[in-house]
Nanobody
């Protein structure tokens, strides 16, 4: 089972940027899909962005044009670059990886992002 640890969250002013990182305990080179989700207080967890092994990306409407998902094979890391942040982006952000070889998915513990002036 792959262990994932997110980092990079924090408090940022509206309009600011953050880059979230997701470190995997083992090689995730053979991933099927990597993704970021988020969960705001009192709301269900929702998809933010996905990246498939083939390089295709998909973004939630609220993330299009502002967020970018990426994968660094050499560093075994998944990133989420978030720009032009809004107060409604406040949530706990979770990294997710599903492996091609096993079909199993793993979640990180989440990192808090707070957008406030």
């Amino acid at each position: 089972q792959v262990q994932l640890v997110e980092s990079g969250g924090g408090l940022v002013q509206p309009g600011g940027s953050l880059r979230l990182s997701c470190a995997a305990s083992g090689s995730i080179f053979n991933f099927a899909v990597v993704a970021w989700h988020r969960q705001a207080p009192g709301k269900e967890r929702e998809l933010v962005a996905t990246l498939t092994r083939g390089g295709s990306t998909n973004y939630a409407d609220f993330a299009k044009g502002r967020f970018t998902i990426s994968f660094d094979n050499g560093q075994n890391m998944v990133y989420l670059q978030m720009n032009s942040l809004k107060p409604e982006d406040t949530a706990v952000y979770y990294c997710y990886v599903r492996m091609l070889t096993t079909g199993r998915g793993s979640w990180g513990q989440g990192t808090q992002v707070t957008v406030s002036s």
